[in-house]
């Protein structure tokens, strides 16, 4: 039994490669039993979901979607922001009230959030109806440890503070036969002082390539039309590993995979490289939609939030991929009212944003985080204060995004479908990262197909296929 310890999270051990095995212990024992999993946070999770669904399914559980038809529930939190805490032990809170009526009900808790000091001590003192959790470094164990939480009857917590070794061939449930998500690089250095990821998810530590471009392969294999490739920060691949082999040596490999659809996320602007602009203007494979982190415009908060870069190679670094990378798209990060944020400070986040006009942006008020640096400092920005600048910021960026919309009506964009729905028929995402609905007949899901866009709105296209 292990507990989270801040000042354990980066500590220097050799990072061992190892295969997994399920034990044999554990092959179906629990047949007939049903899970309830739910996920909150990015696609990092989203995965680590991904290969607990097939943990538990090897366990010979069965999915179901309403969490009062199951034998266990989980959740698989996150703690980027505070709106997402909350909601889990809201969750929690619901699983409480279900386990009064159902003595025997096995309730989880892993992800981000198990990675919190507080949380744990939280979960201890007042969520002792709670049977297991377990963290981000050690999902490969949770057979394991659902069943000793099972067959001892108290509550198991094992959670580790960093991650030695990196698993391969932990089993996955993808949730589509067409798109694909690849883990290439585990954790943060950077230490943004108002992020807790360094501390939920450790130390960076990359995949080995041979084992990223055999999933890769495998995918290909298997006709998947777009894969992912998924870390924090994707940007730092390889120096852990290799003296002269970096993210754009990989993306440039997988690219010649032949796999008709390539996306990565997320990306740091201190260390987007030349090479990776090189690469991604080169092979029409790559996805020319690019995730770029902004945060703020003012080079004074930018310095406060520990992010190394400045407005100014922020814009030439944005420029650049601009001229280079034909059709290139670009979304980003925003946070509003962080501590010592002046109105001049936000001023110089919009001149950014008219600057860019970015294709989306996703954009957030400031919540400490704990343990964060941030989270201390002096200054801290009126709540109403944050709510108006958030409000100018959204009215601004959705200007553009309609704008750029707009931009896209009478032209055709291969689209990849991801399904049907009841109003348009279809919908899929275009290789430009948009959203588009669309009429058809008998498409298959799964394929990709040209869509002439006859109007656009904010968030979304309409269309019809060709």
Known sequence: MEEPNYKDVFKKDKILVEKFKLNDNYKLKYSGKKYFLKTYGCQMNEHDSENIKALLEDM????????????????????????????????????????????DLIVGLCGCMAQEEGVIKEIREKYKFVNFVFGTHNVYELPEIIDKAVMEGKQEIDVKSFGD?????IPVRRENSFKAYVNIIYGCDKFCTYCIVPYTRGKEHSRRREDILKEIKALKEDGYKEVTLLGQNVNAYGHDLYNDYTFGNLLEDVAKEGIPRIRFTTSHPWNFTDKMIDVIAKYENIMPAIHLPLQSGSDKILKSMGRRYTKESYLKLFDEMKEKIPNCHISTDI???????????????????????????????????????AAKFKDQVDESVKEQRLQRLN?????????????LEGKVLEVLVEGKNEKHGYFGYSKEMKLVNFTGKEIEIGSLVNVEITKAKTWSLDGNAK
């Open 60 to 103: 010979g559980f069965e999915s179901v979607d309403d969490y009062e038809k199951a034998d266990l529930v989980l959740l698989n939190t996150c703690s980027v922001r505070e709106n997402a805490h909350n909601k889990a032990f809201g969750m929690l809170g619901r699983f409480k009230h279900l386990k009064e009526e159902k003595k």
């Open 395 to 407: 009215k601004l960026v959705n200007k553009y995004f309609l704008e750029n919309n707009k931009k």
């Open 335 to 373: 946070i509003v009212g962080f501590p010592g944020e002046t109105e001049e400070d936000f001023n110089e986040t919009l001149d950014v944003v008219k600057h860019c006009k970015y294709d989306n942006a996703y954009t957030f008020i400031y919540s400490p985080r704990e343990n964060t640096p």
């Open 165 to 169: 070794r990196i698993i391969e061939d």
